[in-house]
């Protein structure tokens, strides 16, 4: 169960103050759906403590990954995991890493449980809720081994631009929660999105690219979803970026 400082209990409930990456829908969910939510997400999803906004995570309140997972492993956080196609067959194919998919779409939270339950992926969580505060207040400094984020959305108009998630805000926070030598993987059908995510990380404290020329290979530990190849089909270039997480600079002499 997530963690709260009691020295914080006091403090006013705040809404955000910058643009989030998405729009939540609220779209019924299917009775299949209803009854993954009542059935599994007791196992499945981490229960957190809100601010004021519906997906948002209290300051001052954390999991212990170990005490979620019941076991000390090598974790992977997939950022906006959709319907939980890649995660979902990621964790079934590595029993020995866990996996946390961030997803604030709740339908699709609860297709991932039913594919995760089908696959016997026990070793996978779920938290809904918004990204950055997953990775600035729920989980620990050094907590992750990889980040992953896969086709994020684009918001390709260019007054919706400052929504995008790889902006130089987001760098600070995925070096908080990576490991030293810990990998963020970036994945997008969206030229100009690619260029921003590369100008981004070019840019950014704490990280060094984990791959040569232009772009990265394509991560073999991606599953090729529908999402992606309707992108290729539309004739868009898929791009991988990898970056690694640099070792921490200590204070002692």
Do not use: C
Not at 20 to 33: A, E, I, K, P
Not at 96 to 121: I, K, N, Y
Not at 172 to 182: E, K, N, T, V, W
Not at 233 to 246: E, M, T
């Amino acid at each position: 169960m997530p963690q709260h400082d009691p020295s914080t209990s006091a403090e006013p409930r705040r809404f955000r103050d910058t643009p989030v990456s998405f729009v939540r829908r609220s779209g019924r969910m299917s009775d299949g759906q209803e009854r993954a939510w009542a059935e599994l997400s007791g196992h499945y999803v981490i229960d957190v403590e809100r601010d004021a906004a519906a997906t948002s995570i209290r300051p001052g309140t954390t999991v212990d990954p170990a005490a979620v997972y019941g076991r000390t492993a090598p974790l992977v956080v997939e950022i906006g995991s959709g319907q939980g196609h890649a995660i979902v067959h990621a964790a079934a194919h590595t029993p020995e890493t866990d996996f946390l998919a961030v997803e604030v779409f709740r339908a699709g939270l609860a297709r991932t449980m039913l594919d995760a339950d089908r696959a016997g992926a026990r070793n996978l969580r779920l938290v809904e809720a918004n990204a950055p505060e997953v990775l600035e207040h729920l989980l620990p400094e050094a907590s992750v081994d990889e980040l992953w984020i896969f086709f994020p959305d684009p918001w390709h108009k260019a007054k919706h631009n400052k929504r995008r998630l790889i902006a130089p805000a987001f760098p600070p926070i995925a070096a908080r929660a990576l490991r030293d030598g810990g990998l963020l993987r970036l994945a997008t059908d969206w030229e100009d999105y690619a260029l921003q995510m590369r100008e981004v990380m070019a840019g950014a404290d704490g990280f060094t690219p984990a791959f040569e020329g232009e772009w990265a290979d394509r991560f073999e530990g991606r599953v090729m979803t529908a999402f992606e190849r309707k992108g290729i089909a539309k004739g868009r270039q898929i791009r991988d970026l990898v970056y690694r997480r640099a070792q921490r600079r200590s204070d002692r002499p």
